[in-house]
């Protein structure tokens, strides 16, 4: 079993002719011998060498003349090509393989790089149905535009004050007792009586229980048999045979204390009590459609107080042609409007926007 051998194979460089014996030194269709630019590969059917030329071979790599570039034998002291003395050896043919590994990886990876682009490369989908829907698109789109500014886009008008109004408000606040809970009483509070209750829970390391874990771990359980050819760079190949070791997943279980917790009640005390506040209780309101606005009067109680205050003002215009707007304005600009009188109003959007060249704020 020991020492089995292979006969690789050849190509020739200088005639095309491929898969020549390695032990065939020259060439049978031109005569020419092997050299440093040979390469020896393994034959696609293994078949064995008898033992006696096996014994002969694997002994050492075969020697490149640097005079004539033919590959001697290892045993040879002159070269069988120019009779040059083995001294002047330009390098064995695993030399030669280490100088032609270089030039060979740089091309085999240039010839990946221009493949690449070529797969990434995706179809351009079709151009022709989706330029006619854009044009459509385009068109709607120009449309609403055009409707848009025709809304919004401010215009003037000449108008009269047709009606005003106001109105204002004043909030009361009176000072009540509420009740209240909490876990705490705030300053003022007056505690009417108190609970224990459960605040949180607590949890709490009660046993421990004995649980089963599955677990598992790699344990080797034979070995693969992997077969290597090396080049013995004469031409032959040495079979070397490797022991891998093969491994699987053994499960086990296996027993663990894991600690059980129980939820236990916090207890704490919990207040109800009695506060005084401040609560919004009514609204007093007064409104006309004059032009005195008078805030309304407060009959404020002993537990009373005054709170926020709003006003608002507003005014409506009628344009010749019978066209109303309507605005909530500042108190001092409403002043300046009488009704009957006229005014030039500008109109963006349906909304006034500006009065006798007074810009309303938004
Ligand atoms: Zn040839
Ligand atoms: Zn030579």
């Known amino acids: ?11 020739c460089k200088y005639c095309q002719c491929k898969g020549i014996g390695g032990l065939t030194k020259e060439c049978p269709q031109c005569g020419h011998p092997q050299d440093a630019d040979t390469k020896f590969y393994m034959p696609g059917t293994v078949r064995y060498l008898d033992e006696e030329t096996a014994a002969r071979y694997g002994k050492g790599e075969d020697w490149t003349c640097s005079y004539c570039d033919t590959l001697n034998r290892y045993n040879e002291t002159h070269c069988k090509g120019c009779g040059a003395s083995r001294s002047e050896s330009s390098g064995s043919y695993t030399d ?31 151009r022709g149905g989706g330029k006619k829907l854009g044009i459509v698109f385009g068109v709607i789109i120009a449309v609403i535009v055009i409707a848009m500014i025709a809304i919004f886009a401010p215009r003037d008008a000449a108008t009269k004050v047709e009606a005003k ?3 204002r408000s004043i909030d009361v606040e009176a000072y ?22 459960v605040r949180y829970y607590e949890e709490v390391l009660d ?19 992997q ?32 600690p059980v917790y129980v939820s236990v009640p916090v207890y704490d005390t919990y207040y109800y009590y009695d506060i005084d506040k401040w609560l919004p209780d009514r609204t007093e309101e ?30 409506t215009f009628v344009t010749e042609k019978s066209k109303r707007y309507a605005a909530y304005i500042p108190e001092n600009l409403w002043n300046t409007l009488s009704i009957g009188q006229g005014a030039e109003i500008t109109v963006s959007g349906g909304k006034v926007t500006q009065i006798n060249d007074v810009v309303l704020s938004r």
């Not at 590994?101 to 989908?125: F, G, I, K, L, Y």
């Not at 046993?207 to 048999?225: A, K, L």
């Not at 050819?229 to 040495?238: A, E, K, L």
């Open 1 to 11: 079993m020991a020492d089995r051998k292979v006969e690789g194979l050849w190509d």
């Open 207 to 225: 046993h421990y229980e004995d649980v089963q874990v599955q677990r598992s771990r790699r344990v080797q359980d034979g070995y693969d048999t």
């Open 165 to 167: 109004s106001w109105y």
């Open 96 to 126: 030669n393989q280490r100088r032609r590994m270089d030039p060979r990886q740089n091309a085999a990876q240039t010839r990946q790089e221009t493949r690449q682009p070529v797969s990434n490369a995706q179809p351009e989908p079709a």
């Open 176 to 197: 009540v007792t509420v009740e209240e809970s909490g876990w705490s009483v705030p300053y003022g509070g007056r505690t009417t009586y108190t609970t224990e209750e």
């Open 227 to 258: 077969i290597e050819y090396v080049d013995n760079g004469d031409g032959t190949f040495s079979e070397v045979e490797h022991q891998i070791p093969r491994y699987t997943t053994e499960y086990y279980y296996e027993w663990e204390s894991e």
């Open 286 to 315: 007064a409104s006309g459609t004059d032009d005195t606005p008078y805030w309304p009067s407060l009959n404020l109680a002993s537990n009373e107080r005054e709170g926020d205050r709003s006003e608002s003002y507003s005014v």
